[in-house]
């Protein structure tokens, strides 16, 4: 059903319990963990420490970069994640394999870099009924994701939003801060929006008003969203 509401927003790169907290306190709906090499990376020992002390109905989501279908559960189950971001290729099944796993309730989110070839992807992704949402990032030669980098909005707008919002939603990373968010909102009518690099005080610590302002900002900004 479409209704007019507030974006999905997800404070990802958390190191700490107090990070974790202020994104909670600050109205995210989801903080997200990054289990692959960044200098964002934590252990499933680092991360239940956090997740035990948050919010039930925060979600907490685990990003992955080439893991093992094996890998990812192992993950999951120590960590108190309540679901998953695949960085990668992932494996053909593995996403319907989670969903059997964890349930219904468990967000699988499916990452698109966008450039040549993106639409093709997510039109592909969006076919698959495991995945709840596509996150589509930027991406430069040495990171995946939390790259700071912006990519071009009105283009993805026409050549990859519009087109796959029908089918599957689509949230928007790459490059955001509180200054640009409005923006990139206005441009994309995205369901959701994911930062990192975008509220930092350094790379894996937050700064609180950014934070703060980000989902502040994003909150301000409703339109008519089909929520998963």
Same mark, same amino acid.
């Given at each position: 059903?479409?209704?007019?509401?507030?974006?999905?927003? &997800?404070?990802?790169?958390?190191?700490?319990?107090?990070?974790?907290?202020?994104? *909670?306190?600050?109205?995210?709906? =989801?903080?997200?963990?990054?289990?692959? #090499?960044? #200098?964002?990376?934590?252990?499933?020992?680092? !991360?239940?420490?956090?997740?035990?002390?948050? %919010? %039930?109905?925060?979600? &907490?989501?685990? +990003?992955?970069?080439?893991?093992?279908?094996?890998?990812?559960?192992?993950?999951?189950?120590?960590?108190?994640?309540?679901?998953?971001?695949?960085?990668?290729?992932?494996?053909?099944?593995?996403?319907?394999?989670?969903?059997?796993?964890?349930?219904?309730?468990?967000?699988?989110?499916? !990452? +698109?870099?966008?450039?040549?070839?993106?639409?093709?992807? =997510?039109?592909?992704?969006?076919?698959?009924?495991?995945?709840?949402?596509?996150? +589509?990032?930027?991406?430069? $030669?040495?990171?995946?994701?939390?790259?700071?980098?912006?990519?071009?909005?009105?283009?993805? *707008?026409?050549?990859?939003?519009?087109?796959?919002?029908?089918? &599957?939603?689509?949230?928007?990373?790459?490059? @955001?801060? #509180?200054?640009?968010?409005?923006?990139?909102?206005?441009? @994309?009518?995205?369901?959701?929006?994911?930062?990192?690099?975008?509220?930092? $005080?350094? #790379?894996?610590?937050?700064?609180?008003?950014?934070?703060?302002?980000?989902?502040?900002?994003?909150?301000?900004?409703?339109?008519?969203?089909?929520?998963?």
């Amino acid at each position: 059903m479409s209704a007019s509401s507030s974006i999905w927003v &997800k404070i990802c790169g958390n190191t700490s319990l107090d990070d974790a907290r202020l994104a *909670a306190e600050a109205g995210a709906d =989801a903080v997200g963990f990054v289990f692959a #090499p960044s #200098p964002r990376r934590v252990t499933s020992a680092q !991360v239940v420490a956090i997740t035990s002390h948050l %919010p %039930p109905e925060l979600e &907490k989501i685990g +990003v992955f970069v080439d893991s093992t279908f094996d890998e990812i559960v192992s993950i999951v189950d120590v960590s108190g994640l309540t679901g998953v971001q695949f960085h990668f290729e992932a494996a053909f099944g593995v996403a319907s394999r989670l969903r059997a796993r964890f349930g219904p309730n468990f967000r699988i989110l499916r !990452v +698109v870099h966008f450039g040549a070839g993106a639409a093709d992807k =997510a039109h592909a992704i969006a076919t698959d009924p495991s995945i709840d949402a596509i996150l +589509v990032d930027s991406r430069t $030669a040495t990171a995946v994701g939390g790259t700071g980098v912006t990519f071009d909005w009105e283009l993805a *707008a026409e050549t990859l939003f519009r087109q796959t919002a029908a089918q &599957k939603p689509m949230i928007a990373a790459g490059g @955001l801060t #509180p200054l640009n968010v409005a923006e990139a909102i206005a441009a @994309l009518h995205p369901w959701g929006v994911d930062v990192v690099s975008g509220v930092e $005080a350094a #790379p894996g610590r937050k700064d609180p008003l950014k934070v703060r302002d980000f989902v502040a900002v994003a909150r301000a900004c409703t339109h008519d969203l089909n929520r998963p």
